[in-house]
C-alpha cells in the first residue's frame, strides 16, 4: 500500500451549551447576524425559525453565507489551527485555512435555539501507518517527512478526502 | 438538557444526546480527564468529547470580541476593477428627510465578472475564510448620515443591470429598507466608459428594461457618478428610510 493523503474534517458544534468563550461569542455574534441578515427574505415578519425560512424562502439558503461573517474574525483568531482536537500526546496539531459555517438551527424569538457549525478542513496529512485504534500522521504532505502525531477518529471528526499516493510518487485521487 | 430546548432542537439535538452518554461513561474508566492540572478548562465544546486524551497546552489565545467581518469601509479584498467610492447618505422621511445619524448601512455587489461572494452551489464546500466575504460591507452612519465604501465599479451580468444592493438598519439591526442603487447610463456616463470591463456590452440589460429599476420613474434609486477609470469613480445618492 502506498502512502496516502488525506484531509480530516472537524465539525464543531456551538450552541446554548457551549462554554468556551470563543464559543461563546461565535454563538451571541452569529445569532445577533442572524437576526439581522434573515430580515432579507423575511420582511413581512412572518417567519420565525430558520426552517420555515427554509421550507417558505428557498433563497435563504444563503443565510450560511451570509451569516458566516460574523464567525469569520473569530476563526481568524484560531491562527490556522483546528481546536480541540489533539494527538495523542495531548496537542493540537492540526492546521487549516479552509472553513464551511452552517447554521444548524435558528430562532428569531428563542436564542437557546441558535446552533451553529464550523467545519474545519485540515490541510493535507500523510497517513503512513494505522496502529492499533490510532492513525500515524504527518502534517507535511509534500513529501518531506515531519514529525508524526498518533491521532484517533473521534466523533465529529471525518476523513473528508483521501489521495493514493503510487509507487513514482504521482498522487491518484 | 432543558426539555424545551431538547423538543426544539429537534434532531440536532438528538444526534448529540446519543453521543453524549457514550462518551460520559467510556470518560469514567478512563485514565483521561477533563481537566488540566493548572485547572484551565478543556472541553472540547459540543460533539467532540470521546475517549481520547485532554488537550493539554497552555490555554490561548484568548479570544476578544471582534465585529462581524462586513465592518470595514474597504471592501475590495482584492478585486481588480476600477475604484469607486461610494457615499451613501441615509435621510429620514418621517423627519423631512433629514439625515439618520446611527444607522446601520450593509452593501454588496459582483464584481467585473458579474460573480458575487458566496458559497458554491455544492453544500459543504470549503472556502478559505480569508477573503470570502468580498465586495461585501458595513458602515453605520455619522451625523450627516453619511456612510463611504471604497470598492470596484460593479460588472454586470445576464439579465440585470449594473446595481449595488443596500439593506438600511437602525442603530438596532431593525430592517428599515432594502433598495438598489442604479447607475446612469448616458453618454459620458461611467457605465459607459467602464464598458463592462472584458465582456463589454452587448446583451446588457439597461434600466428600463430592468425588473428592479424600469418602474423607477421619479429616479430615486438613481446614483450620480462622477470621475474616470485612471482616477477612480465616485457614487453619491440619498436614501430615505420610513
Known amino acids: 500500500m502506498g502512502t496516502r493523503i488525506i484531509t480530516l474534517c472537524y465539525r464543531k458544534i456551538i450552541d446554548a451549551r457551549s462554554q468556551k468563550e470563543w464559543e461563546k461569542l461565535v454563538f451571541e455574534d452569529t445569532w445577533k447576524e442572524f437576526k439581522m441578515q434573515s430580515q432579507l427574505f423575511n420582511q413581512e415578519n412572518r417567519y420565525t425559525t430558520f426552517s420555515q425560512l427554509l421550507l417558505h424562502v428557498p433563497a435563504s439558503e444563503k443565510l450560511h453565507f451570509l451569516v458566516s461573517a460574523a464567525a469569520v474574525n473569530y476563526i481568524k483568531q484560531l491562527n490556522n489551527k483546528i481546536p480541540d482536537i489533539v494527538n495523542n500526546i495531548g496537542k493540537i496539531f492540526l492546521s487549516f485555512s479552509k472553513f464551511y459555517f452552517e447554521i444548524i438551527n435558528s430562532d428569531l424569538q428563542h436564542k437557546s435555539v441558535h446552533s451553529v457549525a464550523i467545519n474545519f478542513y485540515s490541510d493535507p496529512l500523510r497517513w503512513h501507518e494505522t496502529i492499533g ?38 498522487i491518484k485521487r | ?20 452518554p457514550l462518551a460520559n461513561s467510556c470518560k469514567k474508566n478512563d485514565v483521561t480527564t477533563d481537566t488540566t492540572t493548572d485547572g484551565s478548562e478543556t472541553g472540547t465544546g459540543s460533539g467532540s468529547d470521546t475517549c481520547t486524551v485532554a488537550p493539554t497546552e497552555t490555554e490561548g489565545p484568548f479570544p476578544t470580541k471582534n465585529p462581524s467581518a462586513y465592518e470595514r469601509s474597504d471592501i475590495t479584498d482584492g478585486r481588480s476593477g476600477y475604484k469607486l467610492t461610494v457615499n451613501i447618505t441615509v435621510g429620514q422621511v418621517s423627519k ?11 452593501i454588496w455587489h459582483c464584481d467585473a465578472e458579474g460573480n458575487y461572494s458566496e ?3 455544492t453544500q459543504m464546500q470549503s472556502t478559505n475564510y480569508t477573503s470570502v466575504h468580498f465586495l461585501r460591507g458595513r458602515q453605520t452612519t455619522d451625523n450627516n448620515g453619511l456612510v463611504t465604501f471604497t470598492t470596484i465599479f460593479p460588472g454586470w451580468y445576464q439579465g440585470r443591470a449594473t446595481h449595488i444592493h443596500v439593506h438600511i438598519y437602525n442603530a438596532s439591526g431593525t430592517s428599515l429598507k432594502v433598495t438598489q442603487i442604479a447607475f446612469p447610463e448616458g453618454s459620458g456616463s461611467a457605465l459607459l466608459a467602464v464598458n463592462g470591463y472584458s ?5 446588457y440589460t439597461y434600466n428600463a428594461s430592468d425588473n428592479i429599476f424600469s418602474d423607477d420613474k421619479d429616479g430615486v434609486e438613481m446614483s450620480t457618478v462622477t470621475g474616470d477609470k485612471t482616477n477612480g469613480f465616485s457614487l453619491a445618492i440619498q436614501l430615505n428610510v420610513p
Not at chain 2, 465582456?199 to 446583451?203: A, F, P, R, T, V
Request: include cysteine; aromatic fraction near 10%.
Open chain 2, 119 to 121: 458559497y458554491g452551489g
Open chain 1, 133 to 170: 485504534d490510532y492513525l500515524l500522521l504527518s502534517a507535511d504532505a509534500d513529501g518531506i517527512e515531519g514529525q508524526t502525531s498518533l491521532y484517533k477518529i473521534q466523533p465529529f471528526v471525518n476523513i473528508h478526502s483521501l489521495q493514493k499516493e503510487q509507487n513514482d510518487g504521482a
Open chain 2, 96 to 106: 423631512n428627510c433629514a439625515a439618520l445619524a446611527g444607522a446601520i448601512v450593509d
Open chain 2, 1 to 20: 438538557m432543558e426539555r424545551k430546548l431538547f423538543l426544539r432542537q429537534g434532531f440536532a439535538a438528538l444526534g448529540i444526546s446519543f453521543i453524549a
Open chain 2, 199 to 203: 465582456k463589454g456590452m452587448s446583451g
